[in-house]
């Protein structure tokens, strides 16, 4: 048993004893009671402080049911902000203090809790730019979070998080190429290691193909 939970379960236990004081009226009862909360106000008082982690179990089991990672979003930008739109049916009739959004100046943290019975969650790490924790924030509306992560300069974002601009500029590079036959090589390479067996059949075909006719001369040997 965690530290947390058995401090709880001492709290709980000195509770009832004092629910009992209050009922008992012969001394002898009382005396064993009054020792009885002693020896467990001693006891609670000794316990270590919670570790981190077991409140973050605690916070964790108080939610209730299962928890969803939100994959599906939407954003856009301004001059001033970034402002991701996250779609969750219902979410407006939550209390507010069930849509919580933690902020770095490079990541945010969404947590919804019980909405129909599930929890939501959503991180993004690593964003393209800085933000101001200070002056971001998250807006609920109907069956939508809005998310508004406020830039720390007005400039414009080309993508959202770091890796998402690192992905584009490699597929950027796999086929921007000064050699075009590179470029298609690439494409090829890339359709043939993604595709189905029909399209792997296809490409194969044609590479003998091509193969073929240069050994018989009917294009040059370069291309």
């Not at 000794?46 to 939610?63: I, T, Y």
């Not at 402002?83 to 203090?97: A, F, H, M, R, T």
């Not at 770095?104 to 991180?123: A, C, H, I, P, Q």
């Not at 807006?139 to 998402?164: A, F």
Request: aromatic share 6%.
């Amino acid at each position: 048993m965690c530290g947390l939970v058995f401090l709880k379960q001492l709290q709980k236990d000195l509770e009832e004893v004092k629910e009992l004081l209050t009922k008992a009226t012969r001394k002898r009862v009382r005396d064993v009671l009054m020792t009885e909360k002693h020896k467990l106000e001693i006891e609670i008082k000794n316990q270590p402080p919670p570790k981190p982690k077991d409140v973050a179990e605690e916070e964790k089991l108080s939610l209730g049911g299962y928890t969803v990672k939100i994959n599906n979003y939407g954003w856009d930008q301004s001059d001033k902000f970034i402002k991701i739109y996250i779609s969750l049916n219902g979410v407006q009739k939550l209390p507010s203090e069930n849509v919580q959004v933690n902020f770095t100046e490079r990541s945010f943290d969404l947590l919804v809790k019980n909405l129909n019975g599930k929890n939501y969650t959503m991180t993004f790490n690593n964003l393209m730019k800085p933000i101001s924790v200070e002056g971001s924030s998250r807006k609920i509306k109907t069956d939508m979070i809005l998310v508004m992560c406020r830039k720390k300069r007005e400039e414009k974002w080309d993508c959202l998080t770091q890796v998402e601009k690192e992905s584009k500029e490699k597929e950027k590079a796999s086929y921007d190429t000064s050699d075009p036959s590179e470029g298609l090589m690439n494409l090829l390479k890339k359709m043939y290691a993604e595709g189905d067996d029909e399209i792997k059949r296809t490409i194969n075909k044609a590479w003998v193909e091509s193969r073929e006719k240069q050994f018989k001369g009917d294009i040059p040997m370069d291309i």
